[in-house]
């Protein structure tokens, strides 16, 4: 990579591309990458044909419509019960994948250090690469009991530890990819104490926050004490709506954070598709019949998948949110008669030999800034047509 930056060559090639890229060449079935094999809702797509008909073509204002604007503020009041002024406190990107680099860029000096939850999404390390910022890592370890991942805890050693540090922020994500862990109460109270007596950020990604399932609930941890004024909230429509393709984000936040973000979307992208923008307001406007349409869907994939990998001895955690099962790939690599090449990650051995058998699933270890942790896992999408998880389950069953 002889032009690319030097800061960039650990991350210029994701994970995802690579095994989309093999799913589609190998015919596999993708249980890689997260996004739907379906569309969104047919409402949605309709009021984006109905925007471009009706000339909403030309550039949308820097922080984004006011009537989406307006709507994610009284969506953010409904949820957090916290004032939210439209002018000065939501900035529209594109997607979520920008919300987290202006927030980043926004608010980080070369050489600051932002704490971050491992295993994270991967662009947060990239993003981190691109402040000039360094990763102080904070790990999700697998509880255990009765031979059952009961948990993906976090490390309250780690965590204090690089809160005391006193980073620029702590980035994290609830509900959590890759392992499906909404992050609890108790947990985020630690989080958020710790955010205060330290003057720390939270940046919190937020982008699966109406796909939980049973009786889990996510929390903002905006809602928390202290925490208004020094919470980044980010989202998108992207998995709610199940428009991964559209990139409608957003980040709220106080307006001095806000501006922050600004400062940073002006020169990233300056404005978001207006048709889309539109279209964003008003599936906002009717998203519970949305979510409604989606949950169960998810929920029976979920069910589905884990019950068929516990069948072939799978040890996983069953996730409370999120498109994925986070899962030892031990069994499998059993199975398949895997050994890793020298210098190949056990999980990346397992993915390659699990596509030549016609299944993409996702390896995690560039998920962590240590990627032994990460290993002996794989993760599985279900966000998926039931006859995909089927299919999958079916190859799985052959192996
Ligand atoms: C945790 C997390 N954050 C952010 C994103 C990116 O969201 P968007 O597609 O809206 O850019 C994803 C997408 O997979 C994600 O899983």
């Known amino acids: 990579m002889p032009h690319t930056a030097a800061r960039l060559r650990p991350f210029?090639?994701?994970?995802?591309?690579?095994?989309?890229?093999?799913?589609?060449?190998?015919?596999?079935?993708?249980?890689?990458?997260?996004?739907?094999?379906?569309?969104?809702?047919?409402?949605?797509?309709?009021?984006?044909?109905?925007?471009?008909?009706?000339?909403?073509?030309?550039?949308?204002?820097?922080p984004g419509l006011p009537v989406l604007r307006q709507r994610l503020a009284a969506r953010y009041t409904r949820d957090t019960g916290l004032p939210c002024d439209a002018d000065t406190q939501v900035c529209i990107t594109c997607g979520c994948t920008e919300a987290i680099a202006a927030a980043l860029l926004g608010l980080c000096n070369p050489g600051d250090e932002v704490a971050i939850v491992e295993p994270f999404f991967d662009s947060y390390r990239g993003c981190l690469a691109l402040a000039s910022a360094t990763p102080v890592p904070i790990a999700l370890r697998p509880v255990v009991h009765n031979g059952r991942i009961i948990d993906m805890a976090l490390d309250e050693g780690e965590l204090r530890a690089a809160m005391a540090r006193k980073p620029r922020a702590i980035l994290f994500n609830t509900p959590h990819n890759p392992t499906g862990k909404v992050f609890t109460p108790a947990e985020l109270a630690l989080i958020a104490r710790l955010c205060v007596e330290h003057d720390v950020i939270a940046i919190s990604d937020e982008v699966y926050e109406r796909l939980v399932f049973g009786g889990a609930r996510h929390i903002s941890i905006?809602?928390?004490?202290?925490?208004?004024?020094?919470?980044?909230?980010?989202?998108?429509?992207?998995?709610?709506?199940?428009?991964?393709?559209?990139?409608?984000?957003?980040?709220?936040?106080?307006?001095?954070?806000?501006?922050?973000?600004?400062?940073?979307?002006?020169?990233?992208?300056?404005?978001?598709?207006?048709?889309?923008?539109?279209?964003?307001?008003?599936?906002?406007?009717?998203?519970?019949?949305?979510?409604?349409?989606?949950?169960?869907?998810?929920?029976?994939?979920?069910?589905?998948?884990?019950?068929?990998?516990?069948?072939?001895?799978?040890?996983?955690?069953?996730?409370?949110?999120?498109?994925?099962?986070?899962?030892?790939?031990?069994?499998?690599?059993?199975?398949?008669?895997?050994?890793?090449?020298?210098?190949?990650?056990?999980?990346?051995?397992?993915?390659?030999?699990?596509?030549?058998r016609g299944i993409a699933a996702i390896p995690p270890t560039a998920f962590y800034v240590r990627p032994e942790l990460g290993a002996s896992m794989i993760r599985l999408a279900f966000c998926k047509r039931r006859e995909t998880i089927d299919q999958g389950l079916a190859k799985l069953a052959q192996l």
């Open 12 to 62: 210029a090639t994701s994970i995802f591309a690579t095994m989309s890229r093999l799913a589609v060449e190998r015919g596999a079935v993708n249980l890689g990458q997260g996004f739907p094999d379906f569309d969104g809702p047919s409402w949605i797509k309709d009021a984006a044909k109905a925007a471009i008909d009706q000339h909403s073509n030309q550039y949308a204002p820097l």
């Open 222 to 356: 905006a809602s928390l004490p202290g925490m208004a004024d020094r919470t980044m909230t980010l989202s998108s429509i992207g998995k709610t709506f199940s428009l991964t393709g559209w990139k409608v984000g957003w980040v709220i936040g106080s307006p001095s954070l806000v501006t922050a973000a600004r400062a940073a979307h002006q020169q990233l992208t300056f404005s978001i598709a207006t048709p889309l923008q539109h279209a964003a307001a008003e599936a906002l406007r009717r998203e519970d019949d949305a979510v409604a349409e989606l949950l169960p869907l998810l929920a029976e994939n979920r069910d589905r998948l884990a019950e068929g990998l516990r069948r072939l001895d799978v040890e996983l955690f069953m996730p409370d949110g999120t498109y994925f099962i986070y899962a030892r790939h031990e069994a499998l690599s059993r199975r398949l008669g895997v050994t890793p090449a020298p210098g190949q990650s056990p999980d990346v051995a397992c993915c390659m030999a699990l596509i030549d």
